[in-house]
């Protein structure tokens, strides 16, 4: 942490290197890496300045990720916290609920990051919070828009209790994230400095916009793929139950790409922590030479894209079809093993949904 506080004093890395070390890991969505060097980099000069004690008027560049299952929305925000050097948290949006009824308050998920930065203050709020499934707090009741309709305790109640965090408050949160219930021991954050970066999959939205359903007959697929392409708005957002403060409160929002054949290709052998990679240092540690020929590669990801999965299936796909060699593998030193399409398709042929989806 102490060589990020140098950087920043320093100077704050660039757009274009933040754009490149996403790249080295993050494959494709090159749009949505330029967005979120930009925002990553105006947040870094924005805590530089407050640290100087300058006015400044550079505003939170809170991220909104928007894009189907497995493009890559997580993998592009650990990676970008790994980059900066700051703590980083996951949490799920459907786990909160508006204060004062069972569930997290929001301020939990600020003990969470608190945690992760093993209880310094400093580091904390300078850290990143990464809250998944946001589409799943979209307003249920879409009658009584002002609110005077039934309570919705685990949708527009925590987009409420949110607003304070995005925009930056100091806020009282609990030591232990286990006894969140226990106000007795907390401590004062200042989130003005946290870089919350919100992700969704607005489906029914992403696939085909504000068009209807599903293209049919001749140029169909020409017609579907154009849907796709079409930008999503702010109106539509709040059409399908975000509020409008929520969405101000988000200024960067970055629509993510399903990936393609190719791309997922790349997923699985191009980056430094690529699952090739390392079922490949697995297997030396037992001698064995491992080969993934293209044509086996090819099969996982069709497997991966018939069913909807992108990227976020690709490892429980592999697993299953290695997991016999892994098994066999201190019994079988010094030898050679191919994982071409034949092998991949017979362990295929086996292998359950439901398995990939849990």
């Known amino acids: ?204 939205l992403h696939d085909f916009g504000d068009e209807g359903g599903r293209a049919m007959g001749f140029g169909a697929d020409a017609l579907t793929a154009k849907r796709k392409e079409k930008r999503i708005s702010t109106k539509q957002l709040v059409d399908f139950g975000m509020m409008a403060e929520f969405l101000g409160r988000m200024p960067v929002m970055v629509q993510l790409e399903r990936l393609g054949e190719s791309d997922l290709l790349r997923v699985l052998t191009e980056p430094p922590d690529a699952i090739t990679r390392e079922f490949k240092e697995l297997l030396s540690l037992d001698e064995i030479e491992l080969e993934f020929p293209e044509s086996g590669l090819r099969e996982v990801v069709r497997y991966s894209m018939s069913r909807g999965l992108g990227a976020r299936g690709l490892r429980s796909i592999l697993e299953h079809v290695m997991s016999d060699i892994m098994f066999e593998a201190p019994e079988r030193r010094h030898r050679q093993v191919a994982v071409d399409a034949e092998f991949v398709k017979a362990r295929l042929a086996s292998l359950d949904d439901v398995e990939l989806n849990a």
């Open 1 to 204: 942490m102490e060589s990020s506080a140098r950087r920043e004093e320093a100077a704050p890395l660039t757009p274009r290197e933040i754009f490149e070390r996403l790249d080295r890991f993050v494959i494709g969505q090159e749009a949505a890496k330029r967005a979120v060097a930009i925002a990553a980099h105006n947040h870094l000069k924005r805590i530089q300045a407050r640290r100087m004690r300058r006015q400044s008027l550079i505003k939170k560049s809170n991220i909104l990720l928007i894009g189907p299952t497995g493009s890559g929305k997580t993998h592009i925000a650990r990676n970008l916290a790994d980059i900066l050097q700051v703590p980083f948290t996951t949490v799920d949006a459907t786990e909160y609920t508006e204060a004062g009824y069972y569930g997290k308050d929001v301020e939990v998920m600020v003990s969470d990051l608190l945690f992760k930065a093993n209880h310094s203050v400093e580091d904390t709020q300078r850290g990143i919070i990464f809250i998944d499934e946001v589409d799943k707090i979209a307003r249920r009741t879409q009658g009584a828009r002002n609110g005077a309709g039934s309570r919705d305790i685990g949708g527009e109640g925590v987009q409420q209790s949110l607003l304070k965090l995005l925009e930056g408050r100091e806020v009282h949160v609990p030591m232990n994230v286990t006894q969140a219930w226990n106000k007795s021991d907390f401590v004062q954050v200042d989130t003005r400095d946290i870089l919350f970066i919100c992700a969704g999959t607005f489906s029914d």
